[in-house]
């Protein structure tokens, strides 16, 4: 069962304020605090601090946007509004606009085994393979395309598309997620159809027994075959079967939170990511 309400948004709160620091450095800005990434990867965002004993300013969000654009970063903030519900009005009155997702919790009771989902296997990827390079940039490739046309709606795009995004990744970045995976802080899964390759892919980041699925895409092409729930479904067991108590995941809209519920998932609440307009 999902946990007891306030428990349960401590224990996000504190999930979102650890994923980024074992690859990011913080800068406090009042009552926020800027995850600025060392090295090379997918730029972090800033956030509400932990320790703030006052709430996040038009001052603040200020101040970080300022310094975003001095590192060449995204002007990008992430929160979940059942803890700092003030910051959607000082967010929205500094100019940015806000992706009020559907924040849901998996209820393991009612998760589907991934073949009540769809008939095409997914298959989680392994650090130790030859080809976990490949696979990773698939992963990659998929999820470029799959988030390039939102909805759940098919289209045209596909594996020719996925091949045109493919993207060698770099030795530091490889060696990144393999060490990553090998320690349990990062499962990819990838869905395959004969002759096509990956056509679907997604990810779980943990941290101690909570970890977030993220990245689930489809290619517009292998839409309405229940990829999307399945790999969400493979992900979810396999983070059970790791220990993991409370797993949860940010929905892009309400169309697409229909899926999750497929899964098992059930909205609590809010996540806020905001951005300039």
Do not use: K
Not at 46 to 55: H, S
Not at 93 to 113: C, F, I, K, N, Q
Not at 176 to 187: K, L, P
């Amino acid at each position: 069962m999902v946990p007891v309400r306030d428990e349960l948004f401590a224990r996000l709160e504190r999930f979102y304020d650890a994923i980024p620091r074992d690859g990011a450095h913080t800068e406090a800005f009042g009552g926020l605090v800027l995850f600025v990434r060392d090295g090379a990867g997918w730029p972090f965002y800033a956030r509400p601090r932990l320790d703030a004993t006052e709430p996040a300013s038009a001052a603040d969000v200020a101040d970080v946007r300022r310094r975003q654009r001095e590192l060449g970063l995204p002007e990008a903030f992430e929160w979940v509004h059942e803890n700092n519900p003030e910051l959607l009005a000082v967010a929205r009155s500094a100019g940015l606009s806000v992706l009020e997702a559907p924040l849901m919790v998996l209820d393991p009771t009612a998760l589907p085994s991934v073949t009540e989902l769809s008939d095409v296997p997914v298959r989680l990827l392994d650090p130790a393979a030859p080809t976990f390079g490949a696979d990773l940039a698939a992963r990659r490739a998929v999820a470029a395309v799959g988030f390039a046309a939102p909805g759940t709606a098919v289209g045209g795009a596909g594996p020719a598309a996925r091949d045109t995004a493919l993207v060698e990744l770099p030795l530091d970045a490889l060696a990144e997620e393999q060490c990553r995976t090998e320690s349990g802080h990062r499962i990819s899964a990838l869905a395959e159809l004969p002759g096509q390759g990956a056509v679907a892919s997604g990810m779980a980041m943990r941290v101690d027994d909570a970890a977030e699925i993220a990245g689930i895409a489809t290619l517009p092409s292998a839409r309405r075959r229940g990829l999307g729930a399945a790999i969400t479904a493979a992900l979810a067991r396999r983070l059970l079967a790791d220990g993991v108590d409370l797993v949860f995941l940010s929905a892009g809209s309400t169309e697409i939170a229909r899926v999750y519920l497929r899964v098992g998932f059930r909205r609590v609440g809010t996540a806020c990511i905001a951005e300039p307009a």
